[in-house]
């Protein structure tokens, strides 16, 4: 899974039906949605100690990166499967799906402390990746997530939730691709070393998505050019924190 070299390795089951009497915040329908979905939860690895230090203050309580691989019976219930998942564990959680039919896709999450309840945390930035397949034409994806996303590649190892957001940053950056100028190029930078760099980028991210969202829903022409102009001064922000952080 994404390189996560074997000295992390944790391989254990986590029986179904317990991880669903402890999701108390679903509904009835929900459970029944989850377990129907779901064949299988393994963990695969715990990702701790040193090299990437845990981080606990005002903000965060991370002490691991929890690694799942779960058994799908249709790719199609990955998103709404993996927001349970990673709103139900309260550590940062890289969640592998899998189905009998070769698909395989990534679910990542921010989490910090709730600020009501310090005992909870909050996933307050879901993302997930594409769906990978045998296909051809899923190959060269793929390879564009393994050459970005793998243990190795990742710069941030100044604590948990800089490591765990970097590989969440650049999937959505991949997975956005179409609508983020540049892309490549944002994978490339050096701003990952930065935990507030990335976070900006991010916002700006969200913010591009929200405008394009918007454009669809623009009927009048100064409307639209209007956006455009939003999006320019955007994609201008995006350029000078990654040249900030590069100079």
Same mark, same amino acid.
């Given at each position: 899974?994404?390189?996560?070299?074997?000295?992390?390795?944790?391989?254990?089951?986590?029986?179904?039906?317990?991880?669903?009497?402890?999701?108390?915040?679903?509904?009835?329908?929900?459970?029944?949605?989850?377990?129907?979905?779901?064949?299988?939860?393994?963990?695969?690895?715990?990702?701790?100690?040193?090299?990437?230090?845990?981080?606990?203050?005002?903000?965060?309580?991370?002490?691991?990166?929890?690694?799942?691989?779960?058994? #799908?019976?249709?790719?199609? *219930?990955?998103? +709404?499967?993996?927001? &349970?998942?990673?709103?139900? @564990?309260?550590? !940062? $959680?890289?969640?592998?799906?899998?189905?009998?039919?070769?698909?395989?896709?990534?679910?990542?999450?921010?989490?910090?402390?709730?600020?009501?309840?310090?005992?909870?945390?909050?996933?307050?930035?879901?993302?997930?990746?594409?769906?990978?397949?045998?296909?051809? #034409?899923?190959?060269?994806? *793929?390879?564009? +997530?393994?050459?970005? &996303?793998?243990?190795?590649? @990742?710069?941030? !190892? $100044?604590?948990?939730?800089?490591?765990?957001?970097?590989?969440?940053?650049?999937?959505?950056?991949?997975?956005?691709?179409?609508?983020?100028?540049?892309?490549?190029?944002?994978?490339?930078?050096?701003?990952?070393?930065?935990?507030?760099?990335?976070?900006?980028?991010?916002?700006?991210?969200?913010?591009?998505?929200?405008?394009?969202?918007?454009?669809?829903?623009?009927?009048?022409?100064?409307?639209?050019?209007?956006?455009?102009?939003?999006?320019?001064?955007?994609?201008?922000?995006?350029?000078?924190?990654?040249?900030?952080?590069?100079?």
């Amino acid at each position: 899974m994404l390189g996560i070299p074997d000295r992390y390795r944790r391989e254990s089951e986590l029986p179904k039906k317990d991880f669903i009497k402890r999701a108390t915040m679903l509904t009835a329908s929900e459970r029944k949605k989850f377990s129907s979905a779901v064949t299988n939860l393994r963990l695969k690895y715990i990702i701790a100690g040193a090299e990437i230090p845990p981080l606990i203050n005002n903000h965060y309580n991370s002490r691991v990166l929890q690694c799942l691989e779960v058994n #799908l019976t249709d790719i199609r *219930q990955r998103q +709404f499967c993996g927001e &349970i998942l990673q709103r139900q @564990i309260k550590e !940062h $959680a890289i969640v592998k799906f899998v189905t009998i039919q070769r698909e395989s896709a990534y679910c990542f999450a921010r989490k910090r402390l709730n600020q009501n309840d310090n005992e909870q945390t909050v996933a307050d930035y879901i993302t997930h990746s594409p769906v990978f397949t045998a296909s051809i #034409l899923c190959s060269d994806l *793929q390879a564009v +997530f393994e050459k970005h &996303i793998i243990f190795d590649k @990742i710069l941030n !190892h $100044a604590h948990i939730p800089a490591f765990n957001f970097e590989i969440l940053l650049k999937t959505e950056i991949i997975t956005q691709a179409g609508i983020i100028p540049h892309a490549n190029g944002l994978l490339q930078a050096k701003y990952y070393y930065d935990y507030d760099s990335m976070l900006t980028v991010a916002g700006l991210i969200a913010e591009i998505k929200a405008t394009e969202k918007q454009k669809t829903k623009e009927l009048t022409t100064a409307g639209k050019a209007r956006l455009n102009s939003n999006l320019k001064k955007i994609y201008t922000k995006l350029q000078f924190v990654t040249k900030m952080e590069e100079a």
